[in-house]
């Protein structure tokens, strides 16, 4: 329906923004009025619960600049780019060190889908309330059509390997590494 920036005349909507940052600002204004209507009594969902969400919203308006941003539930956000080269929403304690130990800003789209998988896999074997499916769309600059788009469901050969093969390399790397030269039990 829109809303009405505080720099706007009139109310705006995703389909008037004019850039994908002025949609990322409608989002954000958006969802921050719907957390404070919900988390203010009397209101059913107000009974003492902090009601709260956060998005992605990605793409491009036009031939506009290409952008991801990461808008929090109070209505700020962030813009992916070189000093925060992805962005994650959910359960992010087991896969995050992954991410941030391989994720560059050259870091390519097919092994970026790779790594975001593994990222999941670890956070699946320590969080039981993550699973599949896992669902992936790529879309490149300019175009309308997805160049990629999967669902991961159990059973899919590619991720059941891909889970063998990354456990089988945390081991090995765990075997290679010398254990510390201090402390613990003799023998």
């Known amino acids: 329906e829109g809303v009405k920036l505080p720099d706007s005349v009139t109310e705006e909507t995703l389909e008037t923004a004019p850039t994908l940052f002025r949609a990322a600002q409608i989002l954000g204004h958006a969802l921050a009025r719907v957390r404070a209507t919900l988390n203010t009594p009397p209101t059913p969902t ?26 929090y539930g ?32 050259e870091t390519s789209l097919e092994e970026g889908r790779k790594v975001a998988l593994l990222s999941m896999d670890s956070t699946m074997r320590s969080n039981l309330g993550v699973g599949l499916p896992i669902d992936i769309a790529v879309a490149r600059r300019g175009a ?23 456990s089988a390399a945390l081991r090995a790397a765990h075997k290679a590494i010398p254990r510390p030269p201090y402390g613990g039990l003799k023998g």
């Open 46 to 71: 107000a009974d003492g619960l902090n009601v709260n969400a956060s998005m992605l919203l990605g793409g491009q308006i036009g031939g506009g600049k290409m952008g991801l941003y990461l808008i």
């Open 74 to 105: 109070q209505g700020n956000f962030i813009e992916c780019g070189v000093d925060t080269p992805y962005l994650q929403i959910g359960e992010n304690k087991y896969g995050k060190p992954i991410l941030d130990r391989v994720v560059r800003p």
């Open 144 to 166: 309308l059509d997805l160049d990629v788009s999967r669902r991961i469901e159990v059973g899919d050969i590619y991720f059941h390997d891909l889970r063998e093969r990354w």
